[in-house]
């Protein structure tokens, strides 16, 4: 068997947005049939939080959205090599996606796998020439417990985007692909 197509999302902390989309995207994969194809994970673009679990706000949301809750999650930092060894890093914001280019090193290869997480999201406002930015995943880390519905929402509806570019790629990957 080929070895998984590895997903990574990346926030700042790895507590609220990146390990909501992780459990997101997971669930997505499965419904997808692609549990078995897909490896997801996620890191932050900072120390900080290391060792922390997900922030009881972003919890209680994915419960009440029927997801899993991310128990066992432990933040972590994103190393260097990290970005190498996944196939796509998806970054919340525009600041996360500039970190990750720079910890490549302006590697192509590292640097090609780099994808803001809302570039999925076909009704983000996302046009030609506008600055990354607008793109952002709204980060519901200092306001209250509703932002985390708002980041919910935008996690959503790019996921669906991410699992058929995924499938395509593993197409591509398979050889089913004209």
């Known amino acids: 068997?080929?070895?998984?197509?590895?997903?990574?999302?990346?926030c700042t902390g790895n507590i609220c947005r990146s390990p909501m989309?992780?459990?997101?995207?997971?669930?997505?994969?499965?419904?997808?049939?692609?549990?078995?194809?897909?490896?997801?994970?996620?890191?932050?673009?900072?120390?900080?939080?290391?060792?922390?679990?997900?922030?009881?706000?972003?919890?209680?949301?994915?419960?009440?959205?029927?997801?899993p809750t991310g128990e066992g999650h432990r933040?972590?930092?994103?190393?260097?090599?990290?970005?190498?060894?996944?196939?796509?890093?998806?970054?919340?914001?525009?600041?996360?996606?500039?970190?990750?280019?720079?910890?490549?090193g302006g590697d192509p290869a590292a640097t090609s796998r780099i994808r803001m997480y809302r570039s999925f999201d076909p009704a983000a406002p996302a046009e030609p020439g506008q600055p990354e930015h607008v793109l952002d995943v709204d980060d519901p880390w200092y306001g209250p417990e509703e932002g985390f519905e708002t980041t919910l929402a935008e996690i959503e509806a790019a996921a669906d985007g991410i699992v058929a570019?995924?499938?395509?790629?593993l197409d591509y990957r398979n050889g089913l692909t004209d």
């Open 1 to 10: 068997m080929p070895h998984p197509y590895r997903v990574m999302t990346v």
């Open 21 to 67: 989309a992780e459990v997101v995207l997971r669930e997505r994969f499965a419904a997808a049939g692609l549990a078995d194809a897909v490896e997801v994970d996620s890191t932050g673009i900072s120390d900080e939080e290391r060792g922390n679990p997900v922030d009881w706000r972003a919890r209680s949301v994915l419960r009440r959205h029927g997801y």
């Open 165 to 169: 570019h995924v499938r395509e790629a």
């Open 75 to 104: 933040a972590r930092q994103i190393l260097p090599e990290h970005i190498l060894e996944r196939d796509l890093v998806l970054p919340m914001t525009a600041t996360h996606a500039r970190a990750l280019r720079r910890l490549t």
